[in-house]
């Protein structure tokens, strides 16, 4: 039984086939599906997503960095509110994201310490975004560190050092479809990185791994992601299948 521990399963991507879609996952081996939030926008879309698929999708929330804007605190108290009211698995995705908008990185860091606080009120795990902010990122973990932090670097595309660093704060490494880019790179050093610290997700629709590389991704293609990480550990599938899948039990809880 395959996880895959992040896809925004919820968005307007998978409107027009989401049944099929959800079918060829399972099909795939594919039987948990852990959710992360974006924004407010999106809360009732992944809230209807649950009610259809109740064993099979566990909800995080969060504010995703790049929805990190003026009204940022409005929307923080959303994700509080929604705390409040019912039970998640994680905070997230949170994290830092200098791509898109170098300006926010200020508001960016609060909101990130933030909800990192917000995790350790309810002992859950942190799932992180990190795009172009590898330094900024470490510096709030740093700052934030402690046996009561812990959780999952999402999308890891940084260097051996980085993924070593990421994981001294008990932080699993979240490998999806980049392991399979010819110019992804983590696939030339993965097999220095104990499996144990690995989890596999597709972070679905976006970053489908090749063959599939440019085209709208989906959970399906997580055992895609299974087969070059099992090559990459010159391992089996079923093992590699196995020990992620209890490697995010470890995380999540469940």
Not at 25 to 33: I, L
Request: aromatic content about 12%; hydrophobic content about 35%.
């Amino acid at each position: 039984m395959l996880t895959d521990t992040h896809a925004h399963l919820y968005i307007e991507a998978f409107n027009d086939d989401r049944k099929t879609m959800m079918k060829r996952a399972n099909d795939a081996g594919v039987h948990r599906f852990f959710i992360p939030a974006i924004d407010s926008t999106y809360t009732k879309a992944m809230y209807d997503l649950e009610k259809e698929y109740t064993s099979m999708v566990f909800l995080m929330m969060g504010l995703h960095p790049t929805s990190v804007k003026e009204n940022y605190k409005e929307e923080l108290s959303h994700v509080e509110e929604q705390f409040r009211n019912r039970k998640f698995y994680a905070v997230g995705e949170i994290g830092i994201d200098l791509y898109w908008d170098t300006t926010t990185l200020g508001i960016q860091q609060t909101v990130f310490r933030k909800q990192i606080q917000l995790a350790k009120k309810y002992k859950l795990p942190i799932v992180i975004h990190c795009r172009n902010a590898f330094e900024e990122v470490f510096d709030v973990l740093e700052s934030e560190k402690g046996e009561d932090l812990f959780g999952i670097f999402h999308c890891f595309t940084g260097t051996e050092r980085q993924a070593k660093k990421a994981l001294s704060y008990n932080m699993k490494l979240g490998i999806g479809g980049v392991v399979t880019f010819k110019n992804g790179k983590i696939d030339t050093y993965l097999n220095n990185i104990n499996l144990k610290h690995i989890v596999l997700e597709t972070d679905a629709p976006y970053l489908a791994p090749v063959p599939y590389r440019g085209k709208r991704n989906e959970s399906s293609y997580l055992s895609v992601v299974c087969e070059k990480v099992a090559e990459v550990y010159g391992i089996s599938i079923e093992e590699v299948t196995n020990i992620t899948t209890k490697n995010s039990k470890e995380v999540f809880g469940i």
